[in-house]
């Protein structure tokens, strides 16, 4: 049984890293997660940028979001996205979700938590 329950909501995808390694800790630690990912942050969950990164930078991104889902955290990319023009083709196991979603989620957190 979970401990508490937090939200992430990932504006930007330089925190991406950061995020997923804290989240990974705090299911550790039984707490439930769920990490929203809009804005600039939804392009962690697309998998065009994954391998730009991977090729770029050596952050193994693939590898910390296959992690957090195992550990059972959900992960959402936020379906109206307008910073990304060519839409997202979503890493396995992550959803499309929209502020409905992301409000019930809030409404029912313990902490709501923005990067």
Avoid: P, W
């Avoid at 330089?14 to 804290?22: E, F, I, M, P, R």
């Avoid at 391998?51 to 550990?71: I, N, V, W």
Wanted: a negative charge; glycine letters at 6%.
């Amino acid at each position: 049984m979970a401990n508490k329950k937090f939200i992430y909501f990932v504006s930007l995808s330089s925190n991406a890293t950061y995020v997923l390694k804290q989240s990974i800790e705090m299911v550790k630690q039984h707490n439930e997660v769920v990490l929203f990912f809009d804005l600039d942050g939804a392009r962690v969950l697309d998998q065009r940028y994954l391998k730009k990164l991977d090729r770029t930078h050596g952050t193994d991104l693939a590898l910390l979001l296959k992690l957090a889902l195992e550990s059972g955290i959900k992960l959402y990319g936020c379906q109206m996205n307008v910073l990304i023009a060519d839409g997202l083709e979503l890493v396995d196991g992550a959803e499309l979700a929209g502020v409905v979603t992301f409000l019930e989620l809030a409404y029912t957190a313990d902490a709501v938590l923005s990067y």
